[in-house]
Nanobody, 124 residues
């Protein structure tokens, strides 16, 4: 089992930056890929970004490329999502997720463990 706890959400104006963190605990001795998803009000949860265990491979949804950066520090069992040039349409609850697969996936069913989410609200 892996427990995930997100932090770093908040309210900010368009154009601003925010860094989300996701701390993992439990069965962290095994290799796992990590991802961020988000869910806006009235919409389905969608994939944002993923990163491999070693951090050498990343994968982003098109709408955040060039603005968001996913990274991880395995010594701290933490994954980050640096979000720059935020837009009102980035407003959502952001979730981190963990998967013991070697490949990076953009589908929810590939990820077995989920955090509770952190709210990001971007005003115009």
């Amino acid at each position: 089992q892996v427990q995930l706890v997100e932090s770093g959400g908040g309210l900010l104006q368009a154009g601003g930056s925010l860094r989300l963190s996701c701390a993992a605990s439990g069965r962290t001795s095994s290799s796992y890929a990590m991802a961020w998803f988000r869910q806006a009000p009235g919409k389905e949860r969608e994939f944002v970004a993923a990163i491999s265990w070693g951090g050498s491979r990343t994968y982003y949804t098109e709408s955040v490329k060039g603005r968001f950066t996913i990274s991880r520090d395995n010594a701290k069992n933490t994954v980050y999502l640096q979000m720059n040039s935020l837009k009102p349409e980035d407003t959502a609850v952001y979730y981190c997720a963990a998967s013991y697969t070697g490949s990076l996936y953009n589908t929810e069913r590939a990820y077995a463990y989920w955090g509770q989410g952190t709210q990001v609200t971007v005003s115009s």
